[in-house]
């Protein structure tokens, strides 16, 4: 995610789940005492406790949309593979801003409850561990809830913006980055309208006036990277690097006006591919969308921004082109490699930033040395108002994108820049190469970054890297003892 330049000028293996289902199993027997009442579960994410689900493990969702119009709920079945990780003799899912009219578990219907933003699942016989199970849901997508993501209206049709924590605000689902699965969306709309998801097409059929498209994910994805759009949209496609397949989603009246900027995508990738290594997923584009957000959002293999960016008068190219870079650089840091828990975010926004930055460096001569300075002079401001990189504070209530503070922009690139101060530039670029390549298609933590940092460097930066990711104040940074980090005013 970056944030949209009215707000700011500078942007911004499934883990195996913990498995351990805390609910009481119901006895039998005559006068025993009654189960406890459903209530909303999560992971134990610091800064989300809610969300995700213990218990069981995500393999594949198979969604189905019947979009109308974007003033309307969806009609909507959700199916779900997933594997039991303990014995349930219940199970949550989260979702919110929808109704919910059938469950079936494995084929036969099972009663369900609400409970907070979440819905408790009571299958009819008790899912053994280790066993594979279905759940199909009948659900409503509703669009008309404004603010805190999910689907966002356009002037003609909707997208999606789930990050942080909206992803179950339009399907059922275990609603945590450490849950990645394999995502297979089917969307009906009027034929005369274009809808565009994550992944390949996979199949278009129209029947009478409407028409059904289909389009599955190669790679495991997190649920707040998911992305549908439909509206009227123009689709160019081209080749990038390799032959990659790329294609943007444009609204169709701008098509020409907005070819400056598609256009520069093959190149966009073929740079950060020198940086990093190979493109980690099956296709990749811009979706460009009439809408406002406040922030771009890099969903998987189609990263959404707003048109303002591309059409108000006022941005530098340079300035555009490196939010595209910070967008497309999260493709393989936060995407193909996806943070454990959300306090593990400065690993996604630290790196985009930081490539963000080294672009805007060698395009136009805006030096990464003096951002940095800057960053650190403001860096125990930034800690003060959000917390240490590896360490944020918790949201706002009310808010759930308030932990993208700039301390996990570039008080976080700040860290990075530290390490490469420290390790040396070549020992740096091996370290980010081996990340990506690593845990591609994962998850992965703070104490594996350092533990990455240690085996390469070949010394320990468990002790160096400490006061850097959790500390309240900025250590010394290496290389530049003239450097001071200003107090935060009373």
Request: net charge positive; no cysteine.
């Given at each position: 995610m970056s944030h949209?330049?009215?707000?700011?000028?500078?942007?911004?293996?499934?883990?195996?789940?913990r498995a351990a289902l805390v609910v009481a199993a119901a006895s039998l027997v005559l006068g025993a005492a009654a189960p406890p009442a459903p209530g909303a579960l999560g992971v134990g994410d610091r800064l989300f406790p809610h969300l995700g689900n213990p218990g069981y493990d995500i393999a594949t969702y198979d969604?189905?949309?019947?979009?109308?119009?974007?003033?309307?709920?969806?009609d909507t079945v959700t199916r779900i593979v997933a594997r039991a990780g303990a014995k349930l003799d219940r199970f949550n899912l989260d979702f919110t801003h929808g109704t919910v009219s059938s469950v079936e578990v494995n084929g036969v219907a099972a009663p369900f409850a609400p409970a907070g933003e979440d819905v408790v699942v009571t299958p009819a016989h008790t899912l053994t561990s280790g066993t594979l199970f279905t759940v199909t849901v009948h659900h409503t997508s509703d669009p008309r809830s404004?603010?805190?993501?999910g689907w966002v209206a356009t002037g003609d049709g909707l997208v999606m913006a789930n990050q942080a924590d909206a992803g179950h605000r339009v399907f059922p689902g275990s609603d945590h980055p450490s849950d990645k699965a394999m995502f297979t969306f089917r969307v009906t709309a009027p034929k005369e309208l274009t809808v565009v998801a994550n992944g390949l097409p996979a199949g278009r059929e129209t029947e009478g006036a409407r028409t059904t498209w289909t389009y599955r994910t190669l790679h495991p994805m997190a649920t707040e990277l998911a992305q549908i759009a439909i509206g009227r949209f123009a689709v160019p496609e081209h080749s990038g690097p390799?032959?990659?397949?790329?294609?943007?989603?444009?609204?169709?009246?701008?098509?020409?006006?907005?070819?400056?900027?598609?256009?520069?995508?093959?190149e966009h990738v073929a740079w950060m591919e020198k940086k990093v290594g190979h493109y980690p997923f099956e296709t990749y584009g811009?979706?460009?969308?009439?809408?406002?957000?406040?922030?771009e959002l890099e969903t998987q293999?189609?990263?959404?921004f707003e048109r303002d960016l591309f059409t108000k008068p006022g941005f530098p190219a340079w300035y555009v082109e490196s939010v595209m870079v910070?967008?497309?650089?999260?493709?393989?840091?936060?995407?193909?490699?996806s943070p454990r828990v959300w306090s593990d975010l400065w690993l996604n926004e630290g790196h985009a930033t930081w490539y963000e930055a080294q672009y805007a460096e060698e395009r136009s001569g805006r030096k990464l040395a003096d951002r940095m300075h800057r960053a650190y002079e403001l860096s125990d401001r930034m800690r003060a108002d959000g917390g240490p990189p590896a360490a944020p504070t918790p949201p706002v209530p009310g808010k759930k994108i308030s932990i993208f503070r700039p301390v996990v922009y570039d008080g976080s690139a700040l860290v990075l820049y530290a390490l490469r101060q420290r390790i040396g530039a070549a020992a740096f670029d091996r370290l980010e190469r081996a990340w990506v390549q690593r845990h591609r298609d994962s998850t992965a933590s703070t104490a594996d970054f350092v533990a990455l940092a240690t085996e390469v460097s070949g010394q320990d930066q468990s002790r160096f890297l400490r006061p850097w990711l959790y500390g309240r104040h900025t250590p010394p940074m290496p290389g530049h003892p003239d450097w001071k980090a200003a107090p935060k005013p009373a």
């Open positions: 949209s330049p009215e707000r700011s000028p500078r942007r911004r293996r499934s883990a195996r789940r969604i189905s949309f019947d979009y109308r119009a974007n003033n309307q709920p969806l404004e603010g805190e993501g390799g032959g990659l397949k790329l294609r943007d989603v444009v609204p169709s009246a701008d098509r020409k006006a907005l070819e400056t900027w598609t256009a520069k995508t093959p811009v979706l460009i969308a009439d809408a406002s957000t406040g922030f293999t189609l990263s959404l910070h967008e497309l650089s999260h493709q393989w840091f936060g995407d193909s490699v």
